[in-house]
């Protein structure tokens, strides 16, 4: 298990995989300086951990907005993204 701060992460994005049955979606915590970290929403405890960290980034919840309307389409959408480096209380954009 690979753990990482949330002060670490810079963007948050959801993105499906397809494969012949159905699609799967993932968010991609995109941390500062290391790889990035893609958690899948068959992952166990997949729902707690996006109703976690909703106060630390705000749109999280939206993540199935990355389920595509066409099947085989591949989608990825930008959930939080941190605003320009300033500090505590960095402003954040979201997909709200």
């Known amino acids: 298990m690979r753990e990482v701060s949330v002060d670490r992460i810079v963007r948050v994005e959801a993105g499906n995989r397809d494969d012949a049955a159905y699609d799967t979606v993932f968010l991609f915590f995109h941390v500062e300086g290391e790889e990035t970290l893609a958690v899948s929403e068959m992952d166990k405890g997949f729902h707690a951990l996006v109703d976690d960290l909703r106060p630390y980034f705000p749109g999280i919840e939206y993540w199935q907005r990355a389920v ?12 939080w993204t941190r605003a320009s480096a300033g500090g505590e209380g960095d402003v954040v954009e979201s997909a709200a």
């Open 68 to 79: 595509p309307p066409v099947a085989f389409q591949l989608t990825s959408v930008d959930l």
